[in-house]
């Protein structure tokens, strides 16, 4: 019996790359027992505007630079409120803005934790929701961590009881395959070109925007231009 699972750290609102991951494995683990890194993806993402691509960020501490993803807190606890007007103001014409923005309105109106990798994950589970992603997902916490960076990613599919792995293709620079292998465990590398264009507000047409773009412009059809629409 093969078992695939996929290990990232949390994004803020990510896009529908990141979901098509997760919907596409048996379990995904959070790993936010790694460094907080500034100015990416953990904090902030971005939208379409009439304007043009535009970023929406909860605003963070950030105290030191050893600092963990589940250890940095938001510095500005208006941060819902203002993320949700943003929303609201450029997404109010979306075809399925008003069907699908309650659930948002309401966790952005009533976000109460500083943290910011809970956020995170809150959202990420909203949105799988919305999308009918049924995936496991577990955290790092749950597991033992030791080793290098690549020892601890071997020990988490280990303890999973995984077979395969599925892991971006950013992550060929660093991974060291030979541990992998030498655990019987099966690399695959997501491959995010062909994605086919939707219905989207603002043109021209961009791929590389929050997965609320997706859902508030196509709604029930979004699984239709993602890569996990089989599975």
């Given at each position: 019996m093969t078992k695939q699972i996929a290990i990232l750290q949390s994004n803020y609102i990510p896009w529908k790359g990141y979901f098509d991951i997760i919907g596409m494995v048996d379990e995904f683990i959070i790993?936010?027992?790694?460094?907080?890194?500034?100015?990416?993806?953990?904090?902030?993402?971005?939208i379409k505007t009439p304007l043009g691509p535009q970023w929406i960020t909860i605003p963070v501490y950030q105290k030191s630079l050893h600092q963990k993803i589940s250890e940095t807190q938001v510095s500005n606890y208006k941060w819902g409120i203002?993320?949700?007007?943003?929303?609201?103001?450029n997404y109010?014409?979306?075809?399925?803005?008003?069907?699908y923005s309650p659930r948002f309105e309401e966790f952005y109106?009533?976000?109460?934790?500083?943290?910011?990798?809970?956020?995170?994950?809150?959202?990420?589970?909203?949105?799988?929701?919305?999308?009918?992603?049924?995936?496991?997902?577990?955290?790092?916490?749950?597991?033992?961590?030791?080793?290098?960076?690549?020892e601890k990613l071997v020990s988490l599919c280990k303890q999973s009881q995984a077979t395969h792995y599925l892991s971006g293709h950013a992550a060929k620079n660093y991974l060291q395959e030979n541990l992998f292998n030498d655990e019987n465990i099966i690399i695959e590398w997501m491959g995010y070109e062909?994605?086919?264009e939707y219905p989207q507000l603002y043109p021209p047409f961009d791929h590389r925007v929050s997965i609320v773009d997706l859902v508030f412009n196509v709604g029930p059809a979004s699984r239709n231009y993602?890569?996990?629409?089989?599975k």
């Amino acid at each position: 019996m093969t078992k695939q699972i996929a290990i990232l750290q949390s994004n803020y609102i990510p896009w529908k790359g990141y979901f098509d991951i997760i919907g596409m494995v048996d379990e995904f683990i959070i790993y936010d027992e790694v460094q907080y890194t500034k100015n990416d993806w953990r904090n902030r993402n971005r939208i379409k505007t009439p304007l043009g691509p535009q970023w929406i960020t909860i605003p963070v501490y950030q105290k030191s630079l050893h600092q963990k993803i589940s250890e940095t807190q938001v510095s500005n606890y208006k941060w819902g409120i203002k993320n949700w007007n943003s929303l609201m103001a450029n997404y109010a014409r979306a075809p399925y803005f008003k069907a699908y923005s309650p659930r948002f309105e309401e966790f952005y109106k009533t976000v109460k934790t500083p943290l910011l990798a809970q956020i995170n994950v809150s959202l990420i589970k909203i949105i799988c929701d919305l999308l009918e992603i049924n995936t496991k997902i577990t955290s790092s916490t749950d597991y033992d961590l030791k080793g290098n960076p690549t020892e601890k990613l071997v020990s988490l599919c280990k303890q999973s009881q995984a077979t395969h792995y599925l892991s971006g293709h950013a992550a060929k620079n660093y991974l060291q395959e030979n541990l992998f292998n030498d655990e019987n465990i099966i690399i695959e590398w997501m491959g995010y070109e062909g994605y086919p264009e939707y219905p989207q507000l603002y043109p021209p047409f961009d791929h590389r925007v929050s997965i609320v773009d997706l859902v508030f412009n196509v709604g029930p059809a979004s699984r239709n231009y993602m890569k996990c629409r089989n599975k």
